[in-house]
């Protein structure tokens, strides 16, 4: 993925875990299958994005994401919707992940929960688009179907519908705090019905370990190996201490604090951070 042209100003930084490995194989067995969409449910920060991009390139797919703006609205997903149609419809497969924070209008679930349910979406194309790419896959329908093939501009645009559906892969990814996802799932059925749900939990103590050593392994440390042993293992049991707690505040104060691996993965970053200034400024201060 990272040695791919299309991806120099979006590096993957990863450790994969026994829990990542089986993650990237749950979202590229949706992603090889026919009308497979996929739906991550886990807190901000646990891997789904960064997963899904891995999962798409170990396939080829095209990757699409949105990219929202103050201005950004139905139009601009409707282009943006449009453009993914054409290429899964007349090129090859499509990742397009969605995210929540991505939702500016619940309408945006109305027509995702549309195409996860029939295929389509009500709108997406006017009449005389639909007669062009009627003429743009009647060749290829042709060639596909054989004795089955109708020239009626209905027969040729329900082949590029099947098509685009075939082809077409919502990876919508959700975080399950608070009450929206509960009422996302009960108004758009299909988010749930229409897709294979795979959920992130919370990572477990080897794999916390394994980040903290790729993490500081890598980092030079003046200690000898023991002691920087010591300090991998104490990260991973820290933040797992701090899971802890939170659920303890929340039985006495009834208040979520969420602890998620993003901020582990940011604790780890500050204390590379800190150590190196504080390193410089002693270094300065000795000479």
Same mark, same amino acid.
């Given at each position: 993925?990272?040695?791919?042209?299309?991806?120099?100003?979006?590096?993957?930084s990863?450790v994969?875990?026994?829990?990542?490995?089986?993650?990237?194989?749950?979202?590229?067995?949706?992603?090889?299958?026919?009308?497979?969409?996929?739906?991550?449910?886990?807190?901000?920060?646990?891997?789904?994005?960064?997963?899904?991009?891995?999962?798409?390139?170990?396939?080829?797919?095209?990757?699409?994401?949105?990219?929202?703006?103050k201005?950004?609205?139905?139009?601009?997903?409707f282009?943006?919707?449009?453009?993914?149609?054409?290429? &899964?419809?007349?090129?090859?497969?499509?990742?397009?992940?969605?995210?929540?924070? @991505?939702?500016?209008?619940?309408s945006?679930?109305?027509?995702?929960?549309?195409?996860?349910?029939?295929?389509?979406?009500?709108?997406?194309?006017?009449?005389?688009?639909?007669?062009?790419?009627?003429?743009?896959?009647?060749?290829?329908?042709?060639?596909?179907?054989?004795r089955?093939?109708?020239?009626?501009?209905?027969w040729?645009?329900?082949?590029?519908?099947?098509?685009?559906? &075939?082809?077409?892969?919502?990876?919508?990814?959700?975080? /399950?705090?608070?009450?929206?996802?509960?009422?996302?799932?009960?108004?758009?059925?299909?988010?749930?019905?229409?897709?294979?749900?795979?959920?992130?939990? /919370?990572?477990p103590? &080897? &794999?916390?370990?394994?980040?903290?050593?790729?993490?500081?392994?890598?980092?030079?440390?003046?200690?000898?190996a023991?002691?920087?042993?010591?300090?991998?293992e =104490?990260?991973?049991?820290?933040?797992?201490?701090?899971?802890?707690?939170?659920?303890?505040?929340?039985?006495?104060?009834?208040?979520?604090?969420?602890?998620? /691996?993003?901020?582990?993965?940011?604790?780890? @970053?500050?204390?590379?951070?800190?150590?190196?200034?504080? =390193?410089?400024?002693?270094?300065?201060?000795?000479?």
């Amino acid at each position: 993925y990272n040695e791919s042209g299309e991806n120099k100003t979006r590096k993957l930084s990863l450790v994969l875990f026994d829990a990542a490995i089986k993650h990237v194989s749950r979202i590229t067995r949706v992603l090889t299958t026919r009308r497979g969409n996929i739906l991550l449910v886990g807190v901000g920060g646990s891997g789904k994005q960064s997963l899904t991009r891995l999962s798409a390139s170990i396939h080829s797919h095209k990757m699409f994401q949105i990219t929202v703006t103050k201005s950004y609205g139905i139009n601009q997903l409707f282009d943006d919707v449009r453009e993914q149609y054409t290429h &899964a419809g007349t090129k090859g497969e499509v990742c397009f992940m969605f995210t929540d924070n @991505e939702i500016k209008s619940e309408s945006f679930l109305e027509y995702i929960n549309s195409f996860l349910s029939s295929g389509e979406i009500p709108g997406l194309y006017a009449t005389d688009e639909k007669d062009a790419i009627a003429n743009d896959v009647r060749l290829v329908a042709k060639k596909e179907s054989g004795r089955d093939f109708q020239d009626t501009g209905d027969w040729l645009w329900r082949f590029f519908v099947n098509k685009v559906r &075939a082809r077409l892969h919502f990876v919508l990814c959700m975080s /399950p705090v608070g009450d929206k996802f509960r009422n996302r799932a009960r108004k758009f059925p299909a988010l749930v019905s229409g897709c294979v749900i795979n959920w992130f939990f /919370p990572w477990p103590e &080897a &794999a916390l370990l394994d980040v903290s050593k790729q993490r500081i392994g890598s980092f030079n440390i003046e200690t000898d190996a023991q002691t920087k042993g010591r300090l991998m293992e =104490f990260m991973s049991s820290l933040h797992r201490l701090m899971l802890e707690m939170s659920k303890e505040y929340f039985t006495r104060f009834r208040r979520s604090v969420f602890s998620t /691996p993003k901020s582990y993965l940011s604790f780890l @970053e500050a204390y590379i951070a800190v150590y190196k200034e504080k =390193f410089q400024q002693i270094n300065v201060l000795a000479v």
